[in-house]
């Protein structure tokens, strides 16, 4: 199979150094264009400062940092890891030309026609598409990726809505510094400490959980009819977003019918085989003092794309139950689930190459 | 006055020590026997691996570890640091001998006639020592002092059940390694980690609660009739233990009233200008990102003896709210604690001397 | 005694806060004048991002930030806690304008006619006052206080050099997070990590260290004759600068005595009983494991102004020692000693109020 | 090739997991008998507190924990996890009994019919095997790999020895935690802090490495005529040695041909290609400010067997210079190197299978 053609924005970030490291060995995709913006015209081993891994893989040091222009790209497909704020404007511009986008940013992803998409989960929401193009009157689209937080949640709490009926969510996260991107959060200020404050993340969890989880009517998505609360930490740890859960259902919980239903459970990615895709999407772990981020946040077939859940067990009365769930942030939370999406529109056709 | 005499029990351990910091310049105590266990005999100042400030005080470091041994000690009053293991057999030798224990172990708190006493909160349980007494035919008496992430977390509860009574609670904890004594948590598993579990923790945390909520009917205590579910986390904080809560309340929520509740919230130790009570037992902030335990544990007149309430905000509907509050676990949450009840009693003349 | 007003350079930055929170209780000085930069007109709380303590001192709070201009600030002093890079242009225009400026950057440390000083070391050096106004027809002057680590280390090398005579000195630092000011290290880089390397630190240890044990000889300084080289690193540590020394030495090393020199040591601003001076410059601890920054680096009469030494040891041959000595990297090794300048040189009449 | 039969003395301790974690995948070795000492007779995944990685390799779990005892096991050869205290007489009777030992232990290190092995430095010195099993009538015999600490600088050395003799080195340390095995040091001793002691290190590191590039002279080992001074420091870091070198020696120094002979460095494990032998047993990084341990632990072909080396740079005078080296303390600096020594005696034909 001929490689895909991909531009990435926002290449030399930390979270677009993930992409690359991922795509370095993807089967899929060949990055043409590392699009960047302070450093348009150096190369990329110089314009970037490489936090991901030990080294830069070999193939980007030497490649120009390219200008964002739609026009001059040489690309059959546009990863987005632009931050937020740059990501409204430009991502556009990219879909306008007619480009499939594919967003990690957080610009898009509540709008009304624009799919959120876990591969996993809701690929039936990437119906939206028509109704996009011809809302916006764009030749190509976006799709976005959810929050680092919000994935993790969502692939915990779908088996287990679609077996009990969730009625409402509180969730205490406690997340890794990565999460904030480089050069992030000070370590004077998260050394021996906690901040208990992430701006815009608990509103992200608590809307984006409910799109995700919701139904395509045809024209646009119902959410799920669940009342999530979100408290969000910072804890001194590199990578892996830990969430600490507590669900009422409308059902009677059985303990081990919710494990079951956690591991048994796979989507379209695991089906099709995709290169992303982890064999088992989430991993239940059976010790009283697991997951922990730094043991338990590269597990998987597909190191960090799988979710593990810990300590479940029963909650205040026989309709809830509590759990916590570990997810790598910067992988299943951002670049890898980015990737899986293109990977799974590409083999779906939803993709024209 | 003449200084009360104090024998202190496990005095060479972590909460040991904090007890010797905090008694070392209290103007009520005066030490006279430290009891241990491996070390009887030795200098204290040789015998002790001295870990939670720089320096020993100079008045223990050559006084002699003491052997356990109620017939031989000279004291008025006993303060107990021991292990909840140990202490279920120590401490009733010196109660039963005559004395009156004031103990911070797990060990008697849940006994029915065992008063479990936050200072602010619940010293009319005071009353269950005649019962006790009685039952069990002792001269002397135990009173406990809860569990550290109890003590925060109840403190916080107290004046909102007061104003809107309280139904449910959810709480997940961020505890500081300090919790775990010494040598406590290895660094090999808290480095660039967090642990979501510790042992007894949430039991203690949903029982005791409960109790000091709770109503002295003559006999016994009638617990308070609320719900609370509690997850617990190990970060790598040194001291502080954060508390991330939920709460379902009977009365609709106003947020500025529940502020002025924490913030004017006294109590007896308040009002009798006790040495080791905070003019502020609870201190709210209102900054978005506070309190956090390196910047905030130290908070109050007296140092760590002030919990810190910040990020008070709605929950899901109007009869509820959420918020973090910060406790110094080993001085609001231990040692501090435990002075404090025995300077209210003493003050109060249920300790004779 | 009237206070003396002081101007501040530099007051919203990390070292600028610092001197904030000392000068609050000072008896000698009050700030008049915060100047900042981008902010000017705003009130000092909200300008802000306040790190180095639980909370900004009372009396700042409401202070309107000041925009930089020598005609219009109302100082007999002028501080500066201002950036390297930022301070050569503008600590110059206050000298011209006749204020003395006593400067905690590195611009002016290295110049030929600019006193660099350690107040319990060479105050003659302040002679060279005269030939800089001379040389730059200013009415004003500027005295510089070292780099963080040179404090430290020249502290602990001055009384073994007056015993001893230094020949050379191997040291490595392990410097904490704070130095790097604010937002410096991300803890993305440092958390489970060592940086071995910091921008110009190892030049300005091996430069500046000369220059302080120097002689002056009437017209300049007379570098000491010591070989010096240093490697420094950064460590995952929030306050207190490790640095780990070897020394070769003419005389042949008497341990006992060396002990007795340090502990022995001490200056004019002690002679003097100023404010900011510790009892003890130099704390000799005899443990095997001290001192270690968190529980030493507050150490001292004034909290965080002794120099802690320990392991001292005998190296390789009888004319050569190696130890361990700690310095506060914000107190002792900026703000503190800034101030400590101050005081002494208002004490010596040399600043005319 | 039939693989060959392992006994594993100290199986569950920390190091005695890492050697399993590595034996896994080894194509020479088989583990037969797992040996302990508190929990002989459960199952391995029973016994263990496995901390070294996410999962213990499937084929240990259901293995029982068998006696020490010579007579019964079934290997080949013995490779010893042994703490240095427990391993002095425990050692001694598996060669008595006619086994090949290679010992992790520092009990016989020093010894001098011992030979003390990195396997591309002094391979001549296991000729001490003979006359160790002269000397003490032993049937089979020990070998003994050195501390972590040493076998990271000594690879350093080797080549810069080789090339400009060397007459002094200098080195500070900065170790990982995991140096001090498990649970090893405690997290409230080492969070936002740095320990400038550990036991007997510096001893080891001044002696050992003087024993391996030493020479054998036919009936013992003439020790390098080099001096050394070493001085310790534990670091708030999981993994990952770092150590700052200084070294004189006794011809100029050309920087780039340092480079080049860190570079070219090779030993018999690459010539044999053997499988725990990296493709460069050293890695010379040009950047300023690598290695690093987080980042550069696992560097190499055979991930955490190559030593990183970085800011290589004069030192005082032409005759000296300086640098960083970063080793992987349980790979490189135990298991994996140990297991590189049982694979090179095996190649050579020193075991008997």
Redesign the interface.
């Known amino acids: 199979m001929k490689k895909v053609k991909v531009a990435l924005l926002g290449a030399t970030g930390?979270v677009g150094q993930n992409f690359l490291r991922m795509l370095a060995s993807n089967p899929f995709f060949e990055v043409r264009n590392l699009i960047g913006y302070t450093s348009v015209g150096k190369k990329y081993g110089e314009a970037v400062e490489w936090?991901v891994?030990?080294n830069i893989p070999e193939e980007y040091i030497d490649k120009i940092v390219f200008e964002s222009d739609p026009k001059k790209i040489d690309a059959d497909i546009v990863f987005s890891a632009l931050p937020g704020s740059a990501a409204y404007g430009v991502e556009s511009q990219y879909s306008e030309a007619g480009f499939p986008v594919i967003s990690n940013a957080s610009a898009y992803r509540m709008e009304k026609d624009v799919p959120l998409i876990v591969p996993e989960i809701n690929i039936d929401h990437l119906e939206l598409i028509k109704i996009q193009k011809k809302n916006r009157k764009w030749k190509g689209f976006i799709v976005t990726n959810p929050n680092c937080s919000t994935i993790a949640l969502v692939l915990a709490l779908k088996p287990i809505h679609d077996l009990l009926k969730i009625k409402?969510v509180?969730v205490?996260t406690?997340q890794a510094?990565?999460g904030a991107g480089?050069?992030?959060?000070?370590?004077?200020?998260?050394?021996?400490?906690?901040?208990?404050?992430i701006e815009q993340e608990e509103e992200k969890i608590e809307s984006e959980t409910l799109k995700i989880l919701g139904k395509f009517n045809g024209e646009s998505i119902d959410y799920a009819n669940i009342?999530?609360?979100a408290?969000c930490?910072r804890?001194?740890?590199?990578d892996g977003h830990?969430e600490?859960v507590?669900i009422e259902t409308e059902e009677k919980v059985n303990i081990e019918e919710v494990k079951d239903a956690l591991r048994n459970f796979k989507g379209k990615p695991q089906e099709l085989n995709l290169p992303t895709a982890p064999k088992e999407p989430i991993i239940v772990r059976e010790e009283?003092?697991?997951?922990?981020?730094?043991?338990?946040r590269?597990?998987g077939s597909v190191p960090g794309m799988s979710i593990v859940v810990?300590?479940i067990r029963r909650?205040?009365?026989e309709k809830?139950l509590?759990f916590?769930v570990l997810g790598h942030n910067t992988i299943r939370g951002a670049a890898g689930s980015t990737i899986l999406i293109g990977e799974l529109m590409l083999k779906l056709g939803l993709i024209e190459v």
């Open positions: 930390m936090i891994s030990q409402r509180f205490t406690m510094v990565s480089y050069p992030g959060v000070p370590s004077l200020k998260i050394i021996d400490n906690v901040i208990p404050f009342k999530i609360s408290s930490n804890v001194p740890v590199i830990m600490s507590y009283k003092d697991r997951p922990q981020p730094r043991m338990d590269l597990s810990g300590r909650g205040i009365d809830s509590k916590i």
